[in-house]
């Protein structure tokens, strides 16, 4: 939600643009570590109590921003501590979702979960920038925020409390990959690294470059341009469950690739507040699109040539390249920026991603048999096939194959805190 808020941080502590891209990468850095540290806490104490206490972790770090009394370094250390308890009640709070889905809609719990995660994740800095414009004061979103946690906060604790039938020991996932799918792995992490790049690079540095170059475009603008890209990306992803996996990665490759020279165009080549505006929208638009099928594509061909046994593993190894793609843009963009200005490093940071981007479009398509998906392998399908890559663990939870998360911290979380199938007793609160 800090996404618009940047600027306004930026000029009341005489941040440097590169402190500034850097408090955006250090949230990624702290959600992905705690989600691979606590992963499988839930397994271990229960999923209230460690949804209770992420809430609670959070609600300090949002409380740092809001009342913002110790520099920069509370900023930092307010992401910090937002990341760890982002990560360590994703994994409690998918599975409490997946566990309270009817018996006849079972991949209802896992569908919810997504679509909330990655439209919230929208809204966020949509709301934050809307409330800073209209009241004209930073520290109010902030404050909604905690209010919002708190009365999430209340509401789980009315739920009744779940306990492991098989306690198990609390230990970190570990990233690996087998040999046998190494190639799929590359191609996978390599779509997912680009297209979290794109969104990184949005969501990080977007807020200050239209702040300056747009005359009048506050918070509730920049808002609504950088929440437009991940409420686009989840839509995208439902509707790419009708494509194969190596057509929805080159689809989405190629609108990145076109959100980037939007952008581009946006800063070289357009000139006047409207346009460059107007641009900008349209390129987020785009990128968002172009973010949700490639990652969705990349996603569903890996898990779909994931042995069972090795899900968790393959998942945290792939994630740590789509949150490598994340934060390395922002970090890169604050480098340059150093002795550059921003708006001449989000060009050249943008101009490589373009040309990143180009090269590999290719390569998805090289065993590309079709484009739309065969039933068995959308979200269409009823049940997975028998014996599908990566379903047991999954029909273990009563999910499909093509049930699963679509969101890197949800994903994550469906592996390491959902125990890959152990089954759960309900125990009334």
């Known amino acids: 939600m800090a996404s618009p808020l940047y600027p306004l941080h930026q000029q009341a502590h005489g941040m440097s643009d590169p402190s500034m891209t850097l408090l955006h990468a250090t949230f990624a850095a702290a959600a992905l570590s705690a989600l691979l540290l606590f992963g499988s806490a839930a397994d271990t104490f229960g999923r209230r109590p460690v949804l209770l206490a992420g809430i609670v972790v959070a609600a300090i770090g949002t409380a740092l921003f809001a009342v913002d009394a110790a520099g920069i370094a509370g900023l930092f250390l307010g992401r910090v501590v937002l990341g760890i308890g982002t990560g360590l009640g994703t994994g409690g709070g998918i599975a409490l979702m997946v566990e309270a889905s009817p018996s006849h809609r079972p991949s209802l719990g896992s569908t919810a979960a997504t679509v909330a995660f990655v439209a919230g994740t929208g809204l966020g800095p949509a709301a934050a920038g809307g409330i800073a414009a209209l009241t004209g004061d930073i520290h109010l979103p902030y404050v909604a925020m905690l209010v919002a946690l708190g009365l999430v906060a209340c509401w789980i604790r009315r739920l009744p409390s779940h306990r492991p039938a098989t306690r198990q020991r609390w230990r970190p996932t570990r990233p690996a990959v087998p040999a046998t799918m190494r190639e799929t792995f590359a191609i996978a992490s390599a779509t997912g690294f680009l297209g979290w ?210 969101h890197p911290l949800l994903q994550v979380a469906l592996e390491a805190g959902t125990g890959e199938g152990e089954g759960l007793v309900a125990d009334e609160a």
Do not use: C, K
């Open 197 to 406: 790049a794109a969104v990184g690079t949005v969501l990080a540095v977007l807020p200050a470059v239209v702040t300056a170059s747009v005359p009048g475009a506050g918070p509730g603008t920049t808002g609504a341009v950088v929440g437009s890209v991940l409420i686009v990306s989840a839509v995208s992803q439902v509707a790419a469950s009708w494509l194969r996996a190596r057509a929805a990665q080159t689809i989405g490759l190629a609108l990145l690739a076109l959100g980037a020279t939007l952008l581009l165009t946006s800063q070289l080549v357009v000139t006047g507040a409207g346009p460059v505006l107007a641009v900008t929208a349209v390129a987020a638009v785009v990128t968002g699109a172009g973010h949700g099928l490639s990652y969705w594509g990349a996603n569903w061909e890996a898990d779909l040539r994931t042995p069972p046994t090795r899900r968790a593993e393959v998942t945290a190894a792939l994630y740590l390249a789509f949150y490598l793609g994340s934060g390395l843009p922002a970090v890169l963009i604050g480098m340059l920026a150093a002795t550059i200005s921003l708006a001449s490093s989000f060009v050249l940071v943008l101009l490589t991603l373009l040309l990143a981007t180009t090269a590999f479009l290719p390569v998805p398509s090289l065993t590309l048999t079709g484009v739309r998906a065969p039933r068995q392998e959308g979200t269409g399908a009823s049940a997975p096939r028998e014996g599908a890559p990566g379903g047991q663990g999954l029909l273990e939870l009563g999910l499909g194959v093509d049930d699963r998360a679509t």
